[in-house]
């Protein structure tokens, strides 16, 4: 080979280029660490259930049975209980049976009633003019009708707290709780009657019993 052949001299890799370290992360990144919760968040206990269609377990019903006044906790489907113008009639099913669930109750105290109706504020009472109205419509001084079918005055009415939410149904849609006649039903809105077309208006109770009596 001729000796005039110039020499490969090695490629000088210039400063300048940039390392491989790795890119420092910037410390303004939010960690993944979990997002503490505030301190005002509500417990884990369950509020009480507002129901609209339910006696409470305390209330004392009249059966046609050698057991004559039990709890409505205690009462059974198939129950003869005391209803409209004094007769037994049958329960045939519940509108609600939940023995644990908690809720909040109107506690209705009448004159020559020892022991005080508990119920929630849509089921409706028959009044002395015999209108089944919600309960919470209901006022001191006002006249209910008593088992036995006499008017009796309401002497005061407080808000309660209780366990349990019953409902039993009978043939004619009315039961006797605590000796005062009750319907089975609940109003849908706070009022006795369900307003259709122009001033046209129909009972509650008329309407629920279409529904929910037996055949």
């Known amino acids: 080979m001729p000796s005039s052949i110039p ?11 940039p390392s491989s370290s790795p890119t420092t992360i910037p410390s303004s ?3 993944n660490s979990p997002t ?25 019903i009249k059966v046609n049975d050698e057991r004559k006044v039990i709890k409505m906790k205690d009462l059974r489907l198939g129950d003869y209980v005391l209803a409209r113008n004094g ?22 105290f ?15 009472i028959f009044t002395s003019d015999n209108k089944a109205i919600p309960a919470s419509n209901l006022c001191v001084g006002d006249k209910i009708i008593s088992g036995s079918g006499n008017p009796i005055v309401i002497k005061s009415i407080r808000r309660v ?6 409902a039993p149904l009978t043939q004619s849609g009315t039961v006797v709780v605590n000796d005062v006649l009750a319907s089975c039903y609940m109003a849908y809105e ?18 629920c019993h279409l529904f929910f009596a037996p055949l």
Request: hydrophobic letters at 25%; aromatic letters at 10%.
């Open 36 to 60: 503490s919760m505030p301190s005002s968040l509500p417990t884990s206990s369950p509020a009480p259930t507002e129901m609209g269609l339910c006696f409470s377990e305390s209330n004392l």
């Open 7 to 17: 020499s490969i001299p090695p490629t000088t890799i210039p400063s300048s280029i």
């Open 110 to 124: 009448c004159s020559d009633n020892h022991h005080p109706l508990e119920i929630t504020e849509n089921h409706m």
């Open 29 to 31: 990144i939010p960690s």
């Open 190 to 207: 706070s009022s006795d009657s369900m307003k259709l077309v122009a001033d046209y208006k129909l009972p509650y109770q008329y309407t």
């Open 87 to 108: 007769k037994y009639e049958k329960v045939y099913s519940y509108g609600h049976f939940e023995p644990n669930t908690k809720a909040q109750y109107l506690e209705i």
């Open 161 to 166: 707290i209780r366990v349990g939410l019953y």
